[in-house]
Nanobody, 124 residues
Framework: QVQLVESGGGLVQAGDSLRLSCAASGRTLSRIGVGWFRQAPGKEREFVAGVSWSGASSYYADSVKGRFTASRDNAKNTVYLQMNSLKPEDTAVYLC?????????????????WGQGTQVTVSS
């Protein structure tokens, strides 16, 4: 079992930055791929970013590429999402998710564990 808790959300203005954290417990994050997803009101949950087991590789949705950076610190059992140049359309609940013995997926169905999410609101 892996428990995930997100933090770092808040209300910011367009152009600002935020760093989200996803703290894991229950087991270490080794050999666990972590993804970030978001869900805006009335919309489906969508993939945002993911990071490999070591953190050496990351991948992004086109809508955030160049603005968001996913990283991880396995010693702290924590994954991060640095969000720069935020836009009003980035407003959503952001969730982290874990997939065991795998990484690289953009599909919700391939993640076994989910956090509760943290709200990010970007005003124009």
């Amino acid at each position: 079992q892996v428990q995930l808790v997100e933090s770092g959300g808040g209300l910011v203005q367009a152009g600002d930055s935020l760093r989200l954290s996803c703290a894991a417990s229950g087991r270490t994050l080794s050999r666990i791929g972590v993804g970030w997803f978001r869900q805006a009101p009335g919309k489906e949950r969508e993939f945002v970013a993911g990071v490999s087991w070591s953190g050496a590789s990351s991948y992004y949705a086109d809508s955030v590429k160049g603005r968001f950076t996913a990283s991880r610190d396995n010693a702290k059992n924590t994954v991060y999402l640095q969000m720069n140049s935020l836009k009003p359309e980035d407003t959503a609940v952001y969730l982290c998710a874990a997939q065991v013995e795998k990484w690289g997926s953009r599909l919700l169905s391939e993640y076994q564990y989910w956090g509760q999410g943290t709200q990010v609101t970007v005003s124009s």
